[in-house]
């Protein structure tokens, strides 16, 4: 079946600008993550969607950062007055989200996309 | 907090020898632990986890990891190396009933012919 997916693969924007990265779960999962990784690092977690609530957001760098996932499937990250220092790829990932210890849930990822701020 | 320490940032490893990739954990309880792997353009794959009962567990494409809680530790290992093992390995932890993971910074495998 199709796995998680998400555009745009390649952003470039300029720095001030607006950005919105979609990200398409796995059919039925009812859980989604989304991460950032920078150059050299590893992925960090930004914010927690079980349903269409974030039920953790304390990843979230600043409130230049905001997502929504509306109807519970697709989640949209949107980036305000970008800088430099948000260049990374952004990851996404889907779980089938089990009630109790989700630690133990495997998260499925996507390919990324990586946003370049200039 | 939890963190994960992977203290190696590139090994090469000739095609056919073993491999043994480190993985330092630091959580009070007992964590669960995962191995990633990710190749250009890819997303993470996971390739096994832990999560209570057997400390040596089996994953796919033929790697295994051994969990030692008296060395904080989760070693990725693989006797004999493919050249399409040439990637990105991450080493996570989650903690109990917490739904997010903290990854460490990689190692990057190379394999020499």
């Known amino acids: 079946g199709a796995g998680v997916s998400q555009t745009p693969s390649n952003k470039v924007t300029e720095k001030g600008k607006y950005v919105e990265l979609r990200c398409d779960p796995i059919s039925g999962h009812t859980a989604l993550y989304w991460y950032r990784q920078s150059l050299g690092q590893g992925p960090e977690f930004l914010i927690y969607?079980?349903?269409?609530?974030?039920?953790?957001d304390s990843g979230l760098p600043n409130d230049r950062f905001f997502a929504v996932r509306p109807e519970g499937s697709v989640s949209t990250l949107k980036i305000q007055r970008t800088e430099r220092g948000d260049s990374a790829v952004y990851l996404c990932?889907?779980?089938?989200?089990?009630?109790?210890?989700?630690?133990?849930?495997?998260?499925?990822f996507g390919p990324g996309t990586r946003l370049t701020v200039l | 907090a939890q963190s994960v320490t992977q203290p190696d940032i590139h090994i090469t490893v000739s095609e056919g020898a073993s491999l043994e990739l480190r993985c330092n954990y630091s959580?009070?309880?007992?964590?669960?632990l995962f191995w990633y792997v990710q190749s250009p353009g890819q997303g993470l794959q996971l390739l096994l986890k832990y999560f209570s009962g057997d400390t040596l567990v089996q994953g796919i494409k033929g790697f295994e990891a051994e969990f030692k809680r008296s060395q904080s530790s989760f070693n990725l290992r693989k006797p004999s190396v493919h050249w399409s093992d040439a990637a990105e390995y991450f080493c996570a932890v989650g903690e109990t009933g917490y739904s997010t993971l903290t990854f460490g910074k990689g190692t990057m495998l190379l394999v020499s012919p």
């Open positions: 959580y009070g309880a007992t964590p669960y």
């Open positions: 969607f079980q349903g269409t609530g974030a039920a953790d």
């Open positions: 990932a889907s779980s089938v989200g089990l009630a109790g210890g989700l630690s133990t849930d495997t998260q499925y």
